[in-house]
């Protein structure tokens, strides 16, 4: 919204009440705030008749394809996206052509995945959702399948993840490394895909429990989680960077095939270098 300001461009933003106070507060970025009793409402007929009327492009990010769904976006939202949204599903990995399949065909490595927690023979994330917060995660690492079992009944006894979760949840081999997020730039009215930026999550409550001294760590009985609070800039060594703009190249030409008209907008690959400066991608952000 801070860039459309800066475009000369008007901007709305729709917000469930109770959170609309940022916007108020920097008022400069929003022409006009809707409140909303849930952010679901964004699609109601009069707020669509009200968008078109406007001329309004939607940007999307995670919320809308959250409070919305994949069904909503695709076949009853008659607003434009700024994106294909025929392409935001390819994120959930229960999707026939999700990132696993996209990195894949791209030749973009990725953590090798176990079909089968009877499988797991070295150091895991599991990645499931929370029970009840559905936007956020509850991945947990394991490094067997006794591990697995141990953990994974834990928490569903907890209430933190539930059984059907568990069961569609995903196995990745636990990448050891750097981890970076390297974000990316695409329209198909040009050729060059541009790199645009490096960025590292910031997670509670794992990110500051591993500053922690080894000693403390393993006398603290807490359950770590990965939800994700924040961002922080990053850089890369000048060598690595022919490999994260061929990454980016390859990616673009791949969704260009399989979703056509492919990536419009911005897209991430985040990623982990490891000890041998390979770079793996253990997830895709498509908005």
Do not use: W
């Not at 008022?27 to 849930?38: P, S, V, Y």
């Not at 991945?139 to 697995?148: A, E, K, P, Q, R």
């Not at 997020?181 to 990110?207: A, C, M, W």
């Amino acid at each position: 919204m801070d860039g459309a300001k800066d475009e000369g461009l008007d901007t709305i933003v729709f917000c469930q009440k109770g959170r609309e106070t940022p916007y108020q507060r920097f008022d400069r970025i929003a022409d006009e705030i809707k409140i909303l009793k849930k952010f679901g409402d964004m699609s109601s007929a009069k707020n669509q008749k009200m968008l078109r009327d406007t001329n309004t492009i939607i940007v999307p990010h995670r919320s809308l394809t959250a409070y919305l769904g994949y069904n909503v976006i695709e076949n009853s939202l008659k607003v434009p996206i700024f994106g294909n949204r025929a392409l935001f599903q390819a994120e959930e990995r229960n999707n026939k052509k999700n990132q696993y399949y996209l990195l894949k065909k791209a030749r973009i490595k990725y953590p090798k995945i176990f079909k089968n927690p009877k499988d797991i023979n070295r150091p895991a994330i599991v990645k499931v959702q929370e029970k009840k917060r559905k936007l956020e995660r509850a991945f947990f690492t394991v490094t067997s399948f006794s591990d697995y079992k141990k953990k994974s009944e834990s928490k569903i006894k907890q209430g933190i993840i539930s059984k059907s979760d568990l069961k569609n949840a995903v196995i990745e081999q636990l990448a050891i490394g750097t981890y970076l997020n390297f974000n990316y730039f695409h329209t198909p009215i040009s050729k060059n895909v541009d790199f645009i930026g490096i960025e590292r999550r910031l997670q509670t409550n794992i990110h500051d429990y591993n500053a922690l001294p080894a000693k403390q760590q393993l006398e603290l009985d807490i359950d770590l989680q990965n939800i994700e609070v924040g961002h922080t800039p990053a850089s890369i060594r000048e060598s690595l960077l022919e490999k994260v703009i061929s990454m980016g190249d390859k990616f673009v030409a791949t969704v260009k095939r399989e979703y056509s008209p492919g990536i419009i907008g911005p897209f991430s690959l985040q990623s982990v270098i490891t000890k041998d400066l390979e770079i793996i991608v253990y997830d895709v952000s498509l908005r």
